[in-house]
C-alpha cells in the first residue's frame, strides 16, 4: 500500500467555510491573527438540534441529569493504553448558542437624528444576552421580535460580561423610515461549517475535531454553544493557499443529520455520532506528549477527491509545556498535498497527526505567510479538555 492509500471515512466531518454578518442575526466566524489564521470558518445556519445521551459505560464515567459527564474529561492517567480510530474525514456542524452575543452597533435613524439605545443602556461588544424581561430567550428572532413589539416600553436584559450577571435597561427607539421600534444592535446566535475528525472513540459513538475552539470572529471570544447537529459533507473544491493569502476547503452540507454536537473548547470540539459507521481500519493507540519526536510524520485528511489520505509532514518545535492548541509546528513535505492545497489550509483543522504508529496530535493552524506551516496540538491537551460521551 503506497503511502498516499486510502482510507476508509468513517462518514463524520467538521470544519467551516465563509463568515456572515446581518443586523439581527450574526453568524460566528474564527478569529483570524495577524500571522496564523485557524483551519476554521464559519457560516449561519437555522436549525437546532437536541438528543438525550449517556455517559460512556466502559470509562466508568457518571451521568448526570443532562446525559453530559459529570466528573469531567479524562485525566492523563486514562490515556495510557486507550487506543482510538484516527479521524481525517470532514464533518458538518450546525448549531445554536447559548443566549444571542452582542457583536456590534448600529445607529437607529430617528425623526430628532440618530440614537443607539444599545449602548445607551450599557451594552457592550461580547455581552451575551440571556433574558428579556426575566424570560428565557429562545434565539435572535425572539429578541427582534420584543425589541418591535416593546410599544416603546423599556425592556430588562438578562445579561452575561464574561463570568458576570447582570441587568439593563433597554428603551428601543422608534426608526421612522422602517417604521418599527429598533435597538441599534447586531446579535449573532448560530452558526455552520465544515471541518474535520481527529479521532472516534471505539464502540461509544464519541468523537473530536478541530483541534481549537470556534471563536466569533467580531469579537474572538470562545463560541458558548448549546448542542447542535452535525452533518456529512462533500468537499466541492480546494482553495489553493499562498504567502499572505490561507486557501480553504470548500463544502455543502449532505441530507440528514449523523450525530450530535456537544461541545466547544479551546482545545477543539467534541460530540457524538448517532448511528457511528462500522469502522475498518486499525484502533491506535493515543501518543502523549513525550512521544512526540520532532521528524517525520504523517496527516490524514479529505481533500475535493472525498478520498481519505495520508500526506508527509515534519515535526519541529515542539513544547512539551504548551497548554493549549499551538504545541508544536507543522510543516506539510508531501508534494502531492502541495500541489493541491499549497499546504495546510482552513477546513483541515482536526487533521490528525500520526508518528509511529500513534495519535500523537491535530493539525491546527496555518501561518498566513507560509501555507506549508502551522501549528499543531498534542492529543492529550483535546482529550483532558473534553468529556467523552457515549450513545444512550
Not at 495577524?34 to 464559519?42: G, L, P
Request: proline share 4%.
Amino acid at each position: 500500500m503506497n503511502k498516499h492509500s486510502v482510507w476508509k471515512a468513517f462518514g463524520c466531518f467538521l470544519s467551516a467555510v465563509a463568515l456572515l454578518l446581518t443586523p439581527m442575526s450574526a453568524s460566528l466566524g474564527q478569529g483570524i491573527p495577524k500571522k496564523e489564521e485557524d483551519a476554521i470558518s464559519v457560516q449561519a445556519m437555522s436549525k437546532n438540534a437536541s438528543s438525550i445521551l449517556s455517559i460512556a459505560p466502559d470509562l466508568g464515567f457518571a451521568i448526570d441529569s443532562d446525559g453530559i459527564d459529570a466528573r469531567g474529561a479524562l485525566s492523563r492517567q486514562d490515556l495510557e493504553g486507550l487506543c482510538l480510530y484516527p479521524g481525517g474525514m470532514p464533518f458538518g456542524i450546525k448549531f445554536f448558542t447559548e443566549g444571542v452575543s452582542v457583536v456590534g452597533f448600529c445607529d437607529v435613524e430617528t425623526g430628532k437624528g440618530k440614537v443607539n439605545p444599545a449602548t445607551q443602556a450599557g451594552l457592550r461588544q461580547r455581552d451575551v444576552i440571556l433574558r428579556v424581561n426575566g424570560n428565557a430567550l429562545s434565539g435572535a428572532s425572539d429578541l427582534n421580535s420584543q425589541i418591535e413589539g416593546c410599544q416603546g416600553n423599556a425592556l430588562k436584559l438578562g445579561c452575561k460580561r464574561g463570568k458576570e450577571e447582570l441587568e439593563l435597561t433597554l428603551t428601543p427607539a422608534w426608526c421612522e423610515k422602517e417604521g418599527r421600534y429598533k435597538a441599534g444592535i447586531l446579535v449573532r446566535d448560530s452558526g455552520a461549517g465544515i471541518g474535520t475528525v481527529t479521532f472516534i472513540l471505539p464502540e461509544t459513538g464519541a468523537f473530536a475535531g478541530l483541534g481549537h475552539g470556534i471563536c466569533d470572529a467580531e469579537t474572538g471570544a470562545l463560541v458558548e454553544m448549546r448542542r447542535g447537529n452535525v452533518s456529512d459533507v462533500t468537499i466541492s473544491s480546494v482553495v489553493k493557499g499562498a504567502p499572505g493569502a490561507p486557501g480553504e476547503l470548500k463544502g455543502y452540507f449532505n441530507a440528514g443529520k449523523v450525530g450530535t454536537l456537544l461541545g466547544n473548547s479551546s482545545c477543539g470540539v467534541w460530540g457524538l455520532f448517532t448511528d457511528p459507521p462500522e469502522c475498518q481500519n486499525e484502533l491506535m493507540p493515543v501518543g502523549l506528549r513525550e512521544d512526540l519526536q520532532e521528524g517525520d510524520a504523517y496527516i490524514l485528511c479529505t481533500l475535493d477527491t472525498n478520498k481519505m489520505e495520508k500526506y508527509d509532514v515534519k515535526i519541529s518545535g515542539i513544547k512539551q509545556d504548551a497548554k493549549g492548541s499551538k504545541c508544536f509546528t507543522v510543516t506539510v513535505t508531501d508534494e502531492d498535498l502541495i500541489a493541491a492545497s499549497g499546504g495546510i489550509v482552513q477546513g483541515m483543522s482536526g487533521s490528525p497527526i500520526i508518528q509511529n504508529g500513534k495519535i500523537v496530535g491535530a493539525v491546527t493552524h496555518v501561518l498566513v505567510g507560509d501555507p506549508t506551516t502551522g501549528y499543531g496540538i498534542f492529543l492529550e491537551n483535546m482529550l483532558v479538555n473534553m468529556p467523552l460521551m457515549a450513545r444512550s
